[in-house]
Nanobody, 123 residues
Framework: QVQMVESGGGLVQAGGSLRLSCAAS????????MGWYRQAPGKQRELVAA???????KYTDSVKGRFTVSRDNAKNTVYLQMNSLKPEDTAVYYC?????????????????WGQGTQVTVSS
């Protein structure tokens, strides 16, 4: 069984910074891509940033130059450093990871999600 636990959300003024963390735990054999999604009220969930096990990253255009995704493979943890925050960054942020586990003799790879953490940016 795999768990993803997030931390680090909160309320911040525009221009401020926050750092989100998400740790995966359980019977993990491998983790491929880890990333962050967000969902604002009335909008679809969107990919914010992602990072491969080798360190390659991708970002949605609206956060490029302001957000940085990183990971600690030894700790199965992904981070999102958010700088120069804007009111439009307000959303619930979810971490996601593609994790491989063994169930008996069977290997399975699936997507796992964190519980979500609220980020609110005031103007």
């Amino acid at each position: 069984q795999v768990q993803m636990v997030e931390s680090g959300g909160g309320l911040v003024q525009a221009g401020g910074s926050l750092r989100l963390s998400c740790a995966a735990s359980g019977s993990i054999f491998s983790i491929n891509v880890m990333g962050w999604y967000r969902q604002a009220p009335g909008k679809q969930r969107e990919l914010v940033a992602a990072i491969t096990s080798g360190g390659s990253t991708k970002y949605t255009d609206s956060v490029k130059g302001r957000f940085t995704v990183s990971r600690d493979n030894a700790k199965n943890t992904v981070y999102l450093q958010m700088n120069s925050l804007k009111p439009e960054d307000t959303a619930v942020y979810y971490c996601n990871a593609r994790i491989g586990v063994y169930a008996g003799n069977s290997f399975m790879r699936d997507d796992y999600w964190g519980q979500g953490t609220q980020v609110t940016v005031s103007s």
